[in-house]
């Protein structure tokens, strides 16, 4: 089956413009990870669901920034109001299970990114 | 197409063993080759290696990068419990970032 795949690839934005990333996780993948990685370092997580429910959103910077998995599967990362800080790729990872016993389920799977550019 | 390759996928060692980490690219307009080590939800950045043939080392821990041949590799020395995770292997490209799908290391006491 396929991979992890994001949407769009890349997004190059006006500052104070609305965007909309989005991500769809291996089938039957229960765990989804949001993580934004800045131009030569790691990625710092943003937010993480388990199914439909958002269960850690303590890595979204500002109230600008919501995310959204509303069936489970497909999630949405909503940016409000871009600014020049929040340029970077945004990645999105999913795993069968975060917190199984079984070490395999905890694997995330990462997708491309979605690289954007706020002017 | 593009890939990153990763192996071995598991690996189990005593305490005290050292391990190498295979990391094998396939890329167009490849610009870095990035190692992580995964515990629970966020990767932790470990090296970011960009010239062949320079060893990047931070401890216990030494990576270098084969551009030539197309591969990294990721060695770590006298392991620990603490060194048990999933070590993740990207290239950047410039466009996107190819994630393997790691190797997963379990150090045994």
């Known amino acids: 089956g396929a991979g992890v795949s994001q949407s769009p690839r890349y997004k190059v934005a006006k500052r104070g413009q609305d965007v909309a990333l989005r991500c769809d996780p291996i089938?039957?993948?229960?765990?989804l990870f949001w993580y934004q990685q800045a131009l030569g370092q790691g990625p710092e997580f943003l937010t993480y669901?388990?199914?439909?429910?958002?269960?850690?959103k303590s890595g979204l910077p500002s109230d600008r920034f919501f995310a959204e998995r509303p069936e489970g599967s497909v999630s949405t990362l909503k940016i409000q109001r871009t600014q020049q800080e929040d340029s970077a790729v945004y990645l999105c990872?999913?795993?069968?299970?975060?917190?199984?016993?079984?070490?395999?389920?905890?694997?995330?799977?990462f997708g491309p990114g979605t690289r954007l550019t706020v002017l | 197409e593009d890939k990153v390759v990763q192996s071995p996928l598991s690996l189990v060692v005593h305490e005290g063993d050292t391990v190498t980490l295979n990391c094998s690219y396939e890329?167009?307009?490849?610009?870095?080759l990035l190692w992580y080590k995964q515990e629970k939800k966020a990767p932790t950045f470990l090296f970011m290696l960009?010239?062949?043939?320079i060893e990047k080392k931070s401890g216990r821990l030494s990576s270098i990068l084969d551009k030539k041949e197309l591969f990294s590799i990721l060695n770590i020395t006298a392991t620990q419990t603490g060194d048990s995770a999933v070590y993740l292997c990207?290239?950047?490209?410039?466009?996107?970032?190819?994630f393997g799908t790691g190797t997963s290391l379990t150090v045994i006491p």
């Open positions: 990872a999913s795993s069968l299970r975060l917190g199984s016993p079984f070490p395999t389920d905890n694997e995330q799977f």
């Open positions: 089938s039957g993948h229960v765990s």
């Open positions: 669901f388990q199914n439909e429910a958002q269960l850690d």
């Open positions: 890329v167009t307009n490849f610009r870095s």
């Open positions: 960009t010239s062949s043939g």
């Open positions: 990207a290239t950047d490209t410039g466009n996107q970032f190819y």
